[in-house]
């Protein structure tokens, strides 16, 4: 369960508000980064992510309207939320990197048997 603090980030971090984004949603969302990453910056970032794309998926079902002198553009909501999304997906991989232990392989040979020093009598 996501902390007060922490869901009134995520929902400043996405540009939304308690309406669009709900505590019982923001919750969720807090629980799926928890089972996937352990690391606070990982999991902040892995759930602003989850949001976006969830914000997507509902936006991609809007629709422009236009009647007369008015007109709303929710299709730009969309273009918006896709242009956000590499920005947190960046700052994921970072997070990532910087949580994780070693940064490179290592390289070793592997250990053989020795061989048998063999004596024959003389």
């Known amino acids: 369960m996501a902390t007060e603090s922490q869901r009134a ?3 400043s971090d996405i540009g939304t508000d308690e309406t669009s984004l709900p505590d019982a949603d923001a ?3 807090y629980t799926e980064a928890g089972e996937r990453y352990t690391d606070a910056a ?3 970032a892995y759930a602003r992510v989850v949001a ?3 914000l997507m998926a509902s936006a991609a079902r809007e629709t422009d309207y236009s009647a007369g002198e008015s007109s709303e553009k929710a299709s730009q909501v969309f273009a918006q939320l896709r242009a956000l999304l590499p920005v947190w ?3 994921l991989n970072d997070a990532v990197l910087a949580a994780s ?3 490179a392989a290592r ?3 592997m250990r053989r048997k020795p061989k048998r020093i063999r004596e024959y009598p003389g």
């Open 107 to 109: 390289f070793g040979g």
């Open 89 to 91: 997906e960046a700052a």
């Open 101 to 103: 232990t070693s940064g």
């Open 27 to 29: 919750d969720a969302i």
């Open 42 to 44: 990982s999991i902040d």
């Open 52 to 54: 976006i794309r969830r």
């Open 9 to 11: 980030r995520l929902r």
